[in-house]
T-cell receptor, first 111, second 118 residues
């Protein structure tokens, strides 16, 4: 089993749609979680951190479920500019430097 | 905010030559930097962890004599692809995390270096 698993997609959705991605992780001791966005031929950029209580940033909502060991990202009112690959990132333990990336979920938002 | 700069952005070289890629943390010190490789339509693959003042830690399957890593200062790590061959053509990305008191733990990425070996 991979340490971090994501549905690769692609997800093809119309503008305005709501779309959700899940990411599961295998190490129950994992401490920090992030969603990154990567545009084609560009470096990944932080979209948002994921907190235990869940957090929201505009149209984006991230949640963490420690019991089931998954994190989720919800995008509401999708825009064309949301088309990208979304990477789930897990840091296995506190103070550790190693960062585990999911394979990424590709999203295409169509007009 | 913290920024990581990578250079060069594009490299085209002949087979058999060596290519050096630099990764700099611009406004924070990074005792640890990471090097990744990404092939088209594939995920980031961690190649190695670069440790300032000591040897890099390579992931399984990554040849340390092929991919030389030097982390001589707290703001600079270099990756040298030695005797590059066409199969080494890829997008190489570095990253670093600021671990100061005000750090959020965010991982910052360089802009990436696209290597094409002819």
């Amino acid at each position: 089993r991979k340490e971090v698993e994501q549905d690769p997609g692609p997800f093809n959705v119309p503008e305005g749609a709501t779309v959700a991605f899940n990411c599961t992780y295998s190490n129950s001791a994992s401490q920090s979680f992030f969603w990154y966005r990567q545009d084609c031929r560009k470096e990944p950029k932080l979209l948002m951190s994921v907190y235990s209580s869940g957090n929201e940033d505009g149209r984006f909502t991230a949640q963490l479920n420690r019991a089931s060991q998954y994190i989720s990202l919800l995008i509401r009112d999708s825009k064309l500019s949301d088309s990208a690959t979304y990477l789930c990132v897990v840091i296995p333990n506190t103070g550790g430097f190693k960062t585990i990336f999911g394979a990424g979920t590709r999203l295409f938002v169509k007009a | 905010g913290a920024v990581v700069s990578q250079h060069p952005s594009w490299v085209i070289c002949k087979s058999g030559t060596s290519v050096k890629i630099e990764c700099r943390s611009l406004d924070f010190q990074a005792t640890t930097m990471f090097w990744y490789r990404q092939f088209p339509k594939q995920s980031l693959m961690l190649m190695a962890t670069s440790n300032e003042g000591s040897k890099a830690t390579y992931e399984q399957g990554v040849e340390k004599d092929k991919f030389l890593i030097n982390h001589a200062s707290l703001t600079l790590s270099t990756l040298t692809v030695t005797s590059a061959h066409p199969e080494d053509s890829s997008f190489y990305i570095c990253s670093a995390r600021s671990t100061g008191r005000s750090s959020t733990g965010e991982l910052f990425f360089g802009e990436g270096s696209r290597l094409t070996v002819l």
